[in-house]
């Protein structure tokens, strides 16, 4: 059972556009949301977060929007950039117990 | 966040032994989980490392295969016992409760290849 799900393994983005990474999950008492960065050979980075009592959170170039009714919620990048190439994951937490549940991951190639 | 280091970075191991990981942090903190993350799939959960107590394990995941201790706030090791080929992963520890919200920050990640 697949909890958080991100249905593009790819993306290819132009540098200078935006790139727009999504995440449903069905789980509706996940209370918080994150986006990790993972370059080769490293750990997953954190880069931004949200709450479920929030819509939007906005921190540089990178924006999360959260749709609750739609279960869903997307990672902005504006404007995309060579160094945004990586893999992305979305997690989400079950309250207290800050257990994350983690999407496949969406590969982001930001094209020169 | 905090600076966390893993050893070793990759090993490659025989099936039936056993490899134990270990997790620093350069600050204390009260959290540390150990996640797994299999060829081409998503990173899950295998325990919460509670200090001075029996680590929490996960669905799926029992002691006797991956035995963890937390011996203080800055440490754990993770063993994988009697490997096999199944076990080849690469294995995270994280840690969080740092700024008092969800966030967790992760190692660098431990290669494991059983051959």
């Known amino acids: 059972d697949q909890q958080v799900k991100q249905n593009s393994p790819s993306l290819s983005v132009q540098e200078g556009r935006i790139s727009i990474l999504n995440c449903d999950y069905t789980?509706?008492?996940?209370?918080?949301f994150l986006w990790y960065k993972k370059y080769p050979a490293e750990g997953p980075t954190f880069l931004i977060s949200?709450?479920?009592?929030?819509d939007k959170n906005e921190d540089g170039r990178f924006t999360v929007f959260l749709n609750k009714s739609a279960k869903h919620l997307s990672l902005h990048i504006v404007p995309s950039q060579p160094g945004d190439s990586a893999v992305y994951f979305c997690?989400?937490?079950?309250?207290?117990?800050?257990?994350?549940?983690f999407g496949q991951g969406t590969r982001l190639t930001i094209n020169p | 966040s905090a600076v966390i280091s893993q050893k070793p970075s990759r090993d490659i191991c025989q099936r039936g032994t056993s490899l134990t990981i270990q997790c620093q942090v350069d600050?204390?903190?009260?959290?540390m989980f150990w996640y797994r993350q299999q060829p081409g799939q998503s990173l899950t959960l295998i325990a919460t490392a509670n200090q001075g107590s029996e680590a929490t394990y996960e669905s799926g995941f029992v002691i006797d295969k991956f035995p963890i201790s937390r011996p203080n706030l800055t440490f754990s090791t993770l063993t994988v016992s009697n490997m096999s080929p199944e076990d080849s992963s690469i294995y995270l520890c994280?840690?969080?409760?740092?700024?008092?919200?969800?966030?967790?920050?992760f190692g660098p990640g431990t290669r494991l290849t059983v051959t």
């Open positions: 600050s204390q903190v009260t959290m």
């Open positions: 997690a989400a937490s079950l309250g207290g117990a800050q257990k994350l549940v």
């Open positions: 994280s840690v969080g409760g740092l700024t008092g919200s969800y966030e967790q920050y």
């Open positions: 789980n509706s008492m996940f209370d918080y």
């Open positions: 949200i709450s479920s009592i929030k």
